[in-house]
Nanobody, 120 residues
Framework: VQLQASGGGSVQAGGSLRLSCAASGSTVKTYAMGWFRQPPGKEREFVAT????????YHADSVKGRFTISRDDTKDTVHLQMNNLKPDDAAVYYCAADPILGTSPNYAYWGQGTLVTVSS
């Protein structure tokens, strides 16, 4: 499984970004897909995850109501729509894939990360 994240950039507080993660591999449609982020000088933390079917999704409390994860299996892509961005959301965002849905950063496969900066 290979993952390619994109969509990061610089926005002002209150702005929006949409991250995308393109996945390749014959079994990726059966995998849960997640987003994690790592702020400068901090540990990697859970942001959102979605089951292989798309029917189950979890979001971290810090992003609930502002971020939405979704997946498009016709394109083997998972998205993270981020609205009302705050300076605390600034981080490198990573997409990940694993056979098991979870919120811990122990996914089997990881993308390269995409940088999000938010100015106040």
């Amino acid at each position: 499984v290979q993952l390619q994240a994109s969509g990061g950039g610089s926005v002002q507080a209150g702005g929006s970004l949409r991250l995308s993660c393109a996945a390749s591999g014959s079994t990726v449609k059966t995998y849960a897909m997640g987003w994690f982020r790592q702020p400068p000088g901090k540990e990697r933390e859970f942001v959102a995850t979605i089951s292989w079917s798309g029917r189950i999704a979890y979001h971290a409390d810090s992003v609930k109501g502002r971020f939405t994860i979704s997946r498009d299996d016709t394109k083997d892509t998972v998205h993270l729509q981020m609205n009302n961005l705050k300076p605390d959301d600034a981080a490198v965002y990573y997409c990940a894939a694993d056979p098991i849905l979870g919120t811990s950063p122990n996914y089997a496969y990881w993308g390269q990360g995409t940088l999000v900066t938010v100015s106040s």
